[in-house]
């Protein structure tokens, strides 16, 4: 196996596995969530996406463009990059992929959130203003799921993460999941590579394979229990 193939192998096989571990935390962080109160608990749940899908698009990138002829210092400084937004049109020009409209303004807050919005408190000026990524990403919500529920900013409460939120998240979620894996796994096969290959007990597999993002049974289940 020649070096290149090596790397797109194996290295980005790790690379797979390390993804699909920070969306699937990243869920659960949503999971347990109970408000927008706490801004290190949002920050936690955005940051673990926001690292997740960055290195599924990087993956996604290196098994589209690269190849033999490509320098691959050159090549390497292209990814690093923390703006999801410009790895998605890359992935897009070599691909059928389609996100809807609300996909694709998640993975913009993401990047937003990874280069800017992640050192606010860093900035003097966070002692008086309100947490810039929980702001936006009330506002996102508040546009994209009927009847959300804003809070009461009289009374200074935040908003409650709903059942709303956690499905809408979790349908976005594994949208954005499940096209770039299939864009990974069809470069991949391209090149006689087994890059998309997951071990069953890990939490990529829970991910890519077993659609664990949608919170639908498990929630249902727990649910039924309650009402026992």
Request: proline share 1%.
């Amino acid at each position: 196996m020649k070096r290149e193939d090596f790397w797109r192998t194996f290295a980005l096989n790790r690379e797979l596995h390390v993804a699909g571990a920070f969306i699937y935390d990243g869920i659960q962080d949503l999971r347990l969530l109970e408000s927008f109160d706490y801004s290190d608990e949002v920050f936690q749940f955005a940051y673990h996406l926001a690292v997740g899908f960055e290195r599924l698009l990087k993956i996604a990138v290196v098994l589209l463009e690269f190849t033999d002829q490509i320098d691959p210092t050159e090549f390497e400084k292209s990814l690093i990059t923390h703006n999801h937004s410009v790895m998605l049109q890359r992935v897009k020009a070599l691909t059928s992929i389609k996100l809807k409209s609300e996909d694709n303004e998640l993975l913009d807050i993401l990047g937003k959130f990874y280069k800017s919005y992640r050192y606010d408190n860093f900035s003097l000026s966070s002692v008086s203003a309100e947490s810039s990524l929980t702001r936006t990403l009330v506002n996102y919500f508040d546009k994209r799921i009927p009847d959300f529920r804003g809070g009461d900013e009289v009374l200074g409460e935040a908003p409650a993460c709903s059942d709303a939120i956690r499905y809408f998240t979790g349908g976005v979620c594994r949208r954005i999941a499940s096209q770039l894996y299939t864009a990974i796994t069809d470069a991949a096969r391209q090149h006689s590579l087994y890059t998309y290959e997951l071990r069953c007990d890990s939490k990529a597999f829970k991910v890519f394979m077993l659609d664990e993002l949608h919170f639908g049974k498990e929630e249902l289940l727990w649910k039924e229990l309650g009402k026992r």
